[in-house]
């Protein structure tokens, strides 16, 4: 066999990627039917990860390109080692960041949603989000993500959609989700509320301010929200006022004139901070409102939902409250109720998305409840019997407690325990057009009769929840849509059909409503890992395994392995106010993506940050071009050679494939483990160290100066290190290895891709 003149020049990834690429998904390869690397009975153990979806909202960034890197190394292994492997892609509709971006550019053209109207409003959001889509789907194949692109699914398409309305109605029967007023999360700018999870805090330096609250000094770095409020707080232990008891009233005289104050002890109260005194203002803040509704005490709007004050204000009435705020101070200087300020430094409350302050606000919202008990319908969970009773929370905490899920690194635990023991009902409503509508209708009992028994309150109005839309006239759907980690977190059963068909038109669920085993739910579901960041272990972690819990009484993954943020050389996380964002496709058009991988992996234990450089990569790039120089020399030196094992194989050849075979076991143990870090970094040092300088430089020599049989042997053993050596570095440099295999393999070889791992069974 002659050398293929490509190798005459270094490796071109920029033309090897898309050709390699192309052959993969024109065979098939990455659905697991095809069964290429698989047993054809349907016992062949089964490996599935769910894609974490990237958001619809402009193009991945280098922490999604780590987590297709880590994801691809697991899935390409686990195919290598006849399992039937899916990789199950997909993307998210992210409410609240897509209509944002879509606001913002109509904005520039002088355009507000509201001049469009929903339904037209709604038709440029999915446009975009479209657009987004392709852009992402083609960065996730320069990755080499080798994912099932025939069970691609989307968290707002019409599959999803069903699911989301059947958990819906099912925990809304179970009394799990109810509507409620309660205090939530407000964005003024987003004009919508968000979760706890989606806040960022800023540190501000403002100012504090001591004010005169009759006989008390409060301190406040909000006077603009003070107009309406009329209970004292202090703590029942506190000496300083043991003289005012609790219910008792005086009267004061307070910004907009004299007021009737009650006296109000609690135990929450912290005694060293400021005078140990305080009043509160239930509607606009979480820890006041919680204090108001122990003692059934009146709550107040002072702020409207566009971050202005509303007429209790009186003569600030309808000013913002940031331009509100000097004016008030000045009112209460003119009345002697200003004692002093100081400089103060505090965290402000701000919307991930759209950069808005939040301001607390009541309102009527759809939460679910953490802490309801509940009839568990089913149960496949160790330690929890179908028809007990439970609350989310306890589902929550017992999957990781009983090691049923276990995280990586377990350090992460801790983390997990202490987010759900502070959990609080999980507000799901948000007044945005974009997302999935709640599957909620109502109708006036005035005009219309009951129907299908759906309950009236008592101001008449007829609520129906339901899958699909009431029958008859004058229902009107809830204009709320769904907090997008809902949706998200049916991900891992969601996207293989339930409560439908999987994507093959196999049905998800048998006539008495337990899992067909011969679907893809059956077969690939719990998912047998769930790859992503840290950073999100709350937001869509904890929600998959409390809706999966919930609804199959199952866990959604055996494994959560948590890889860290990726960050700039300095160690600085990537930010455009830094201007050291790293767009991963110039590094592959740049360097390879064979060579961005490796870089990522290298070194990067679990759950820890990396520093990101382009010497880095560079460094990987001259690796694979010793790989291909390396497969250069191994090609001129063996064209004659047919791959058998000669029988007298040399005492140093048989060590050296000893040694390789100690390397083997040792790489693969590695990735078993998880320590993809060690195996690649073991890798790298022996086809650079051991393969080129060591081995090459040895036979080199005997295939100048030794005989026939040592040359055989040699020969024998650089061919058989080199197609070693490329099945063990496929999954982490998937492209080149499969160039040079297509140059190695012999006739009765498959692609590398589907060749079998050397201690596969």
């Known amino acids: 066999m002659r050398v293929p003149e490509k190798y005459l020049k270094p490796y071109d990834h920029t033309q090897a990627e898309p050709t390699v690429y192309r052959k993969w998904e024109s065979s098939r390869y990455f659905n697991p039917d095809t069964l290429a690397a698989g047993d054809s009975d349907t016992q062949t153990p089964s490996f599935s990860i769910v894609l974490p979806p990237p958001n619809v909202t402009g193009t991945l960034h280098t922490g999604h390109a780590l987590g297709l890197t880590i994801e691809d190394i697991m899935v390409r292994f686990h195919r290598m080692n006849g399992n039937k492997t899916l990789w199950l892609p997909g993307t998210d509709h992210a409410a609240i960041a897509t209509q944002s971006k879509v606001e913002k550019e109509l904005a520039k053209d002088g355009v507000r949603k509201h001049d469009l109207g929903r339904d037209a409003f709604l038709e440029k959001v999915r446009e975009f989000a479209q657009n ?113 008891k609790h219910g008792d009233t005086l009267e004061i005289e307070w910004i907009n004139g004299p007021i009737t104050t009650t006296i109000i002890k609690d135990e929450s109260i912290d005694m060293e901070f400021g005078t140990g005194v305080m009043t509160i203002t239930p509607w606009h803040s979480a820890v006041d409102f919680q204090i108001a509704e122990k003692h059934k005490l009146d709550k107040e709007q002072i702020i409207d939902q566009y971050g202005k004050l509303l007429p209790v204000a009186q003569e600030f009435a309808g000013i913002k409250i940031t331009e509100a705020r000097e004016k008030i101070l000045e009112k209460l200087k003119e009345k002697g109720l200003f004692i002093k300020e100081e400089d103060y430094t505090h965290n402000i409350a701000t919307a991930e998305r759209t950069g808005g302050i939040i301001e ?114 004058g229902w009107e759907q809830d204009p709320d849509t769904l907090d997008t980690w809902f949706s998200s977190g049916l991900w891992t059963f969601s996207t293989l059909g339930w409560p439908l068909d999987d994507a093959r038109g196999k049905p998800t669920l048998q006539p008495d409503g337990t899992i067909n085993p011969e679907s893809d739910l059956g077969i690939y579901h719990p998912t047998s890992v769930l790859e992503t960041g840290y950073d999100i272990l709350f937001f869509w972690v904890a929600r998959m395994i409390l809706m999966t819990t919930y609804t199959l009484g199952t866990i959604p993954f055996k494994t959560v392995y ?41 070194g990067n234990g679990p759950g820890n940050d990396l520093n990101l450089s382009e010497d880095k990569i560079r460094a990987y790039r001259k690796f694979a071009n010793k790989l291909w120089n390396i497969t250069r020399f191994v090609l001129e030196q063996t064209e004659e050679t047919d791959d058998t094992k000669p029988d007298n194989l040399s005492e ?93 393999k012999r006739e009765d070889d498959r692609d590398l891709i589907v060749t079998r791992w050397p201690l596969s069974k």
């Open 562 to 602: 948590l890889h860290g943020l990726v960050r700039d050389k300095n160690g600085r996380k990537m930010s455009k106010s830094l201007g050291n964002i790293i767009d991963p496709l110039d590094l592959i058009e740049t360097y390879g993506t064979d060579a961005l991988r490796m870089s990522f992996i290298v």
């Open 360 to 473: 607390p606000q009541i309102m009527k919202q759809w939460f679910i409840a953490v802490d309801t008990p509940f009839t568990l319908r089913t149960s496949h969970l160790d330690g929890i019997k179908s028809g007990a009773t439970v609350t989310l929370k306890q589902l929550m905490r017992h999957v990781v407690e009983k090691g049923l899920t276990e995280i990586l690194p377990e350090r992460f635990e801790k983390t997990y325990f202490h987010w759900i023991d502070n959990l609080h009902d999980w507000n799901i409503s948000r007044q945005i057009w974009f997302g999935h509508q709640i599957p909620v209708w109502y109708r006036s009992t005035n005009a219309h009769g009951r129907q299908n028994g759906t309950p009236s309150d008592s101001r008449g109005v007829e609520t129906y929840v339901g899958i699909e839309p009431p029958e008859g006239n």
């Open 132 to 244: 987004s889509h392709d852009t992402i789907v083609n960065q996730v194949k320069k990755m080499g993500a080798s994912v099932d692109w025939s069970r691609e699914a989307y968290t707002l398409d019409e599959q999803r959609s069903v699911a989301v309305r059947t958990v819906f109605k099912m925990m809304y029967e179970d009394g799990l989700i109810y509507r409620g007023e309660k205090i939530v999360n407000w964005d003024p700018k987003g004009q919508t509320t968000i979760s706890d999870d989606e806040i960022v805090y800023q540190e501000e330096k403002t100012k504090f301010y001591y004010l005169k609250y009759g006989p008390f000094t409060i301190g406040t770095a909000r006077p603009e929200t003070k107009f309406g409020d009329k209970y004292v707080v202090m703590h029942p232990d506190d000496k300083r006022y043991e003289k005012y």
């Open 652 to 744: 140093t050849d048989t060590a050296y494939i000893q040694e390789l075979e100690t390397l083997t076991a040792n790489v693969t143990n590695q990735i078993k483990e998880f320590k993809y870090h060690f195996a690649s970094d073991n890798l790298y040092h022996y086809v650079w160290h051991t393969f080129a300088d060591i081995i090459l430089e040895q036979e080199k020599k005997i295939l100048s100066e030794g005989n026939e049989t040592e040359k055989t042997s040699a020969r024998y053993t650089l061919r058989h290190i080199l197609r070693t050596s490329l099945i063990l570095l496929h999954p982490f440099m998937p492209f080149i290895t499969e160039e040079i295999w297509q140059d190695i």
